[in-house]
């Protein structure tokens, strides 16, 4: 690791100090221990101080608290932060299986995501020390990874916090601080169940000891081991996850049906443009055909739903009477998932001893293991883009899965595709002598779009590891502070398919052969052959894996430096030396397609429908960085926080970031603060060295310049689907910067009671942004460059990915509060207020793109929601504390449907707020027993109804970013200490 000279001079004398610390308690060991006033360092300073109130937000949370919540992960606790906006980083929405190849990486993941900056915007410590960020995406810290039965509190640093730790603490900081000591063991389960039947319920065990003690006997020992389990919850569970409610503005952007395959039209099939009459007296030409739909039965195939409501609610997606009528569509958002299902184990092994009388040493090891599945809708294709004619020097995949099924090759000479269905074929369907169909031609094969409803829903498999081993040493020195310590972390993930998938030669095969049934009738079964030959097709096995590594040294010294009429001039001076790595392997075995071609449904182990093809090659950075931080005494009342840091990044250059801080106490019981300083975010070495993937759009969209008014619009160029495009790293990203700062007030206006306000406001520059084909065809003409035309200026393929975009502007207030209520009975009653008003958050994509304003509209990302409110209240005897917390959020505009449809009711609507009460009781009554029991969701309040479309956002008809959808939820635990 290169070190320039200050950095290596900070970091000898560190150890020169630690030496000097402990030579100093040797040789004092006999003697008495100075007296010191004891200091504690907190989140977002390098000096250690007496703990009050101070300059910075800083909002903690205890161990009872998570509990007389009745929240059980980190994930439990940030979800009901009211400063962690609302986003699609939990566990249900971040496994989606749409979006770009870097919003795939980290299915089932947790991540933080304070003021909305999104997850590389909030740093998240583990007492004070980096941890690796997750396995395959390399952007940030999976919140799994946080061992939360070995927690004592949680500090939430409200405030930018890059003078101090560097990058991606524009946000804030998150710290869960670990138990110091344990005494004895503590075995603990928990069990939670939703009212409703389904899925959803929550199992964890637990069990911590320790031995030793630090005071008596110079040091301590403690352990902690949690497995914890989440059963899947799915939208057949609950009545409200639809997708198909026509009545509410709701109807799913399908074009597949679950059983009878919809018949489509293509040049020398049996349907042809531009369609067919059907009947003797209906001059409509119909383009689409399904004999389900023609006898009014789509909903008698599972999650089969009518499209007759489509032209009426999405006709700017290109569903039309012509396209629509006689066409049944699939409801998906039914079959996706609600609750993630997985599994986590996490522990903690630390031992603390002194070194002499002056200085702490530690060593700790911190690891966990998550594996969740993520559940999706069965793929959807069309046969009319697979391959036209092959031979077997140029298809030899497809000629050996043809060989083995013992089927003859197509003719080279067909002049269609491979996979529609053949007129020899035993299940063909002529539409014409069946239902009237008066243009169908039963000589020709039969193009169609089908859903893979007989391979089941598609599952990914993922899994994470997070590991850290710490050892440090913290001291003083007279009245000087010292910390030492090095780390080294290491997280590791993988995908794997589980379910859902198929070989793309082998699938092309058995559907050219005729012996798979794309026309299945409700209650029909394929036959035996067929169940054979779709298991032959079948994909199994690991599909990607990444790593990151980072090794930290941190060293500082902190204490008074002179002394001036209002107290001590304290400093601080300190060095942070990392070593990044990350790795991500990609789809090494396997070729992951979207769509027949020739030449990908001949690629060596050619999936169809699997997420993604990019690696990364291996990449390691060294980022060096010295801080200083003053603490300057001016008046009695007036105090003044300056800190500067100066980081160089390996391959992107050096930064530095001031910080200036004031608190004003005028009177006792009244404070003023505030803040201004810099920050910088690194752009991860996945947005810079991605490699490029080929990926296709989801949902219909209308080809700007060919179809500048589509709704109502029958022209193809209005109902584009899966359309290629291609997306990856970015080498040429710059860091983002941000301006910041924050002015506030705390005061007490009764004894016991605190309340503060605090007004923030962060400006971002060079923001870096996944530019998705939605937006680039939302600004056309900006982007238009990023499109590729073939010569009749189709488009046949879209440049996405990473960019540095134009910035924002984010403003809010925070409010908190924190009062204990003497009761005459000697009890208390302890209540906390937490909420956050967020006044605006203005975003610009790209110079050239208006500021569009996100507070209170939803996004497919962040819903920036103008309240987030946290109240709990407890009532506390000496064997009973009972809790009532309430959580709000506020509702928002829906997604706009202006260019979906005409009809005024379904282009703007309202979401409703959404509240939840909890009410939880622990009773200590009985000798090292402790019991707790609670019902969450107190009023079982569903979630809001959401028009939005499930291709953009998870959730149909409900958004998992704001709600919870397993209602109201039994919860039971105990803990006994047993010695």
């Not at 509190?153 to 946000?171: C, F, M, N, P």
């Not at 060295?689 to 619009?713: M, S």
């Not at 206006?749 to 870096?768: A, N």
């Not at 908190?816 to 008003?837: C, F, H, Q, R, V």
Request: hydrophobic share 35%; charged share 15%; proline share 5%.
């Amino acid at each position: 690791m290169k070190l320039n000279t200050l950095a290596r001079s900070l970091m000898l004398l560190g150890l020169g100090t630690s030496l000097g610390a402990v030579a100093q308690a040797q040789d004092a060991a006999s003697a008495q221990a100075p007296q010191k006033i004891e200091r504690v360092e907190v989140t977002g300073s390098s000096i250690k101080r007496v703990s009050d109130e101070g300059a910075l937000p800083l909002e903690t949370i205890t161990a009872d608290q998570i509990r007389q919540q009745g929240l059980n992960s980190a994930e439990d606790v940030l979800r009901m932060l009211s400063s962690n906006a609302a986003n699609a980083n939990n566990a249900v929405s971040s496994n989606s299986v749409f979006g770009q190849e870097g919003d795939r990486l980290a299915g089932g993941g947790a991540y933080a995501n304070l003021r909305g900056l999104g997850p590389t915007g909030t740093l998240v410590l583990l007492n004070g020390r980096r941890l690796s960020n997750q396995g395959t995406s390399g952007g940030s810290v999976d919140l799994n990874a946080i061992p939360i039965e070995a927690i004592e509190r949680i500090e939430v640093l409200k405030d930018g916090a890059s003078a101090v730790y560097g990058t991606d603490a524009i946000g804030g900081v998150i710290n869960f601080i670990l138990k110091r000591e344990v005494h004895g063991a503590t075995v603990g389960a928990t069990y939670s169940t939703p009212k409703a039947p389904g899925g959803g319920q929550q199992r964890k065990v637990n069990l911590t000891a320790g031995f030793g003690d630090l005071g008596q006997q110079g040091f301590n020992v403690m352990g902690s081991i949690t497995r914890s389990s989440t059963a899947i919850l799915r939208g057949d569970d609950r009545s409200w996850a639809a997708g198909y409610q026509p009545a509410m503005g709701l109807a799913p952007d399908t074009t597949s049906s679950p059983m009878f395959a919809n018949i489509i039209t293509q040049a020398n099939s049996a349907l042809v443009s531009p369609g067919t009459t059907v009947g003797a007296t209906d001059p409509t030409k119909y383009t689409v055909l399904n004999a389900l739909a023609l006898t009014n039965q789509c909903s008698s195939a599972p999650y089969g739903v009518s499209q007759l409501a489509n032209p009426t609610v999405l006709s700017g997606l290109g569903y039309t009477v012509n396209t629509s009528t006689y066409r049944c569509g699939t409801d998906y958002g039914r079959q996706y998932m609600l609750v993630t299902p997985s599994t986590n184990t996490s522990g903690v092994l630390r031992a603390t001893f002194n070194v002499g009388a002056n200085a702490t040493g530690f060593a700790e090891f911190v690891g966990s293991r998550y594996y969740s599945l993520g559940e999706f809708t069965p793929y959807q294709f069309s046969t009319t883009s697979s391959p036209l004619t092959f031979n077997s020097t140029t298809s030899p995949a497809l000629v050996a899965a043809f060989n083995a099924l013992g089927v003859p090759l197509p003719s080279a000479t067909n002049n269609t595709s491979v996979a529609d269905y053949p007129v020899n074929g035993p299940y063909y369907v002529n539409m014409k002598a069946l239902y009237g169909a008066n243009s169908f031609n039963a000589a020709k094969p039969i193009a169609y779009r089908l859903r893979m409803s007989d391979w089941g829903n598609r599952t990914i498999g993922n899994e994470s590891t997070n590991d850290r081993l710490a050892v440090g040493v913290d001291g003083f020195v007279g009245d000087y502070d010292y910390k030492l310590s090095l780390s080294h972390g290491e997280a590791k993930g993988y995908q794997e398919m589980v379910n859902g998938y198929a070989d793309t030669a082998k699938l092309v095969a058995l559907l050219a052969s005729g012996i798979y049934n794309p026309f299945r009738m409700p209650g029909q079964s394929q036959s035996p052959a067929a169940l054979a030959a779709i298991q032959a097709t079948e994909v199994h096995g690991r599909l990607a894996s990444g790593s990151t590594k980072v090794d930290e040294f941190i060293a500082n010294i902190s204490g008074p430096l002179m002394k001036l009429p209002a107290g001590d001039l304290s400093f601080a001076v300190g060095t942070d030396l990392r070593r990044e790595f990350y790795g991500y392997s990609g789809t090494q075995t396997y070729n992951c397609i979207s769509s027949f071609t020739l030449a990908s449904a001949n690629l060596p182990n050619s999936v169809m429908g699997c997420p993604g093809n990019a690696s990364a090659p291996d990449m390691s950075r060294s980022v060096d960085a010295v801080y200083g931080e003053l603490l300057v005494p001016v008046f009695k009342s007036l105090e003044l926080d300056l800190a500067a840091r100066y980081d160089r990044y390996q391959q992107i250059g050096g930064t530095t970031n001031p910080k200036i801080a004031f608190k004003f106490t005028p009177v006792k019981d009244l404070l003023f603060r505030g803040s201004y300083n810099t920050g910088f975010r690194a752009p991860t070495p996945q947005q810079v060295n991605l490699g490029v993937v080929q990926l296709a759009t989801v949902g219909t969209f209308a080809d700007p310049v060919k179809c500048p008014n589509p709704v109502g619009n029958n022209d193809p160029s209005c109902q584009l689907t899966s359309i290629p495009y291609t997306a990856g790293g970015n080498h040429n990203l710059k860091p983002e910067k941000s301006r910041q700062g924050s002015l506030g007030v705390v005061f007490s206006p009764i004894q016991d009671m605190s309340l503060s306000v605090d007004y923030w406001q962060i400006k971002m520059i060079d923001r870096i942004h996944n530019l998705t084909p939605t937006q680039e065809l939302q600004y056309y003409p900006v982007f238009a460059n990023n499109f590729q035309r073939d010569a009749n200026g189709n488009i046949t393929s879209i440049q996405a990915g990473w960019i540095n975009a134009g910035g924002s502007m984010t403003k809010g207030l925070d409010f908190t509060g924190a009062w204990t209520t003497a009761l005459p009975s000697g009890n208390k009653l302890i209540s906390t207020l937490s909420a956050t008003k967020m006044i605006s958050d203005k975003e610009q994509l790209i110079t050239g793109t208006p500021m569009v304003q996100y507070v209170g509209n939803w996004s497919n990302t962040t819903l920036y929601l103008p309240w987030k409110v946290a109240v709990a209240s407890t009532y506390k005897t000496s064997t009973l504390a009972t809790t009532l917390s309430v959580n709000y959020s506020s509702g928002y505009w829906d997604e706009d449907h202006t260019t979906f449809t005409t009809i005024p009711q379904f282009q703007t609507r309202k979401i409703a707020s959404y509240t939840t009460m909890n009410l939880v009781s622990s009773y200590t009554g009985f000798k090292d027993l402790t019991l707790t029991a609670g019902i969450i969701n107190l009023a079982d309040h569903a979630p809001a109804f959401t028009w939005h479309d499930v291709d953009n956002a998870i959730g149909t008809g409900w958004d998992p970013r704001v709600a919870d959808p397993r209602g109201r939820t039994y919860q039971v635990s105990a803990k006994y200490t047993f010695f």
